[in-house]
Every structure is written in structure tokens, then in C-alpha cells.
């Protein structure tokens, strides 16, 4: 895990964390003679890389987050580091390495923002790294578009244990975030309803918005907000407000 990972304890239990647990689940209890790699895949904002540091947390997975600056050498360079080897010099010698890690250790791996190395064409180095492992369970996270890409190579494709999609948060999943991050005030059921619907299944949106109630009730001396009292405010959708002349 990196700096950049929510503790478990600060992990609000939605949907999608549940899932990304029961997707690594599968890779890690499946049958010897089937593949090991899943993919969970759907919108940015709708909490998958939460999930994935909760669940990497519960299973003690390698945890890596891909970045869109990374080459094969820097992906293999950042595994290593998670692993806590130091890099061989060669791209070739760092496969062998991390997949003797990951073999011995019995540990998942979670690859996040998995399409910056499709868009990269580097899908055969974690093919290359899965081999090595002799099989390790992987649970490759991304972007909606993730699946389609990754049919463009079809031997890596055709070690896809499952296929799973992220869903979009609904009013329990706002609700279960209510509880995590409003501290100060209560926000009523019926303005939840209202923010679960603007966020469109966003979990990011919800967060915003629960933050701007909390703030726009405390400035007005108030320690509850329902949907009468917020009236005709606007929540965040994510669209940027359009200039009027």
C-alpha cells in the first residue's frame, strides 16, 4: 500500500467494496486449473480504488497503482518496491523476481489503473509477471473502457478468471458515507435522496456534497439540514457552473 491509501477503519461499507472483495476472493479460492486474474472495472469516482486499498488491507495483497507516466520498466521498478526488493537491472530479471515474491509469499497483487498500461501496450509485462508467479491471483482494476481493451490481446484475455463491474452508488451507499463523514449536523433522509440522485453514482459526488451541506449548515448557525430547508441551493454534479453575461 501507498501514502496515498485510505486507512481500512476510515472505509464506508458500499456496494463496491463488497464487490472488489468478492472478486479477489474468487481468484484466491478457484480451482487449481482455473486462471487467476479478475478484472473490476467501471466509472472514475464510483469508488473502486477505495475498495481496492479495503481489500487489499484484509488480504494483505501487493497493492499498485499505476500511473500514466509509467513505462514497463517503471511499472516493474514500483512493483518492486511494493514487493520491498530492490530492482535487478534488467525488465526480464525484475519479472523473475517479483513473481518469485508473489509465488513464495502466497500474497495477492491489485493492479489499479490497469488501462495506463494497455494504453501503453505493456499488457504483456503483468501476463510476463503472472506467468513467473506461477499463477498468483491478480485483481486488475479500471476504467470502464478497461475490458474492451484488454480483448485486444487474446492470450491475455484468455487468462481472465471474471469479469466484474463496479455498480453506481445508490442511496444506502450515500447513506453509509453520511455516517462515516458527517460529524456535525444531521442531514435528513429526503435531501439524501436528493444528493444520492444528483451524484448520478458518483461516491466521489456524494462526498463532495455532504461536505458543502455540513459547511452551508454550519455557516447558518444550524445543526440540520433536510430537503425544505436547503431549498433551492444547488448540489455538485460535477458539471462546472457556465458564465452569465
Known sequence: MDQHSPPVNTVAPL????????????????????????????PSGWGKSTAAA??????????????????????????????GIKAARTISDMILQAGE????????????????MADKKAVEIVQDLYEASGGAP???????????????????HNRMLDWVLAQPADLEDAKALRSLYVKKITIADDLMA??????????????VNLDRIEQEALAFGTD???????????LFTGEAPRRRV
Not at 481468484?27 to 472495472?41: E, I, N
Not at 491478480?138 to 491475455?156: A, D, V, Y
Not at 436528493?194 to 462526498?207: L, P
Open 15 to 42: 456496494a463496491n467494496v463488497a464487490i472488489c472483495v468478492a472478486a479477489l476472493e474468487r481468484a484466491m479460492t478457484r480451482a487449481h486449473h482455473l486462471p487467476g486474474m479478475v478484472c473490476f472495472s467501471g
Open 54 to 83: 479495503y481489500t487489499a488491507n484484509r488480504y494483505r495483497a501487493y497493492y499498485l497503482q499505476c500511473m500514466s507516466a509509467w513505462s514497463k520498466k517503471s511499472f516493474m521498478e514500483n512493483l518492486l518496491r511494493e514487493l
Open 101 to 116: 515474491e508473489l509465488a513464495l509469499s502466497g500474497r495477492p497483487l491489485i493492479i489499479d489503473e490497469m488501462q495506463y
Open 138 to 156: 491478480m485483481l486488475l482494476i479500471g476504467e470502464e473502457q478497461l475490458p474492451s481493451k484488454l480483448r485486444k490481446w487474446e492470450r491475455f
Open 194 to 207: 436528493k444528493v444520492a440522485d444528483e451524484a448520478r453514482g458518483s461516491v466521489r459526488r456524494i462526498c
Open 224 to 234: 440540520h439540514m433536510d430537503l425544505a430547508a436547503w431549498g433551492s441551493r444547488q
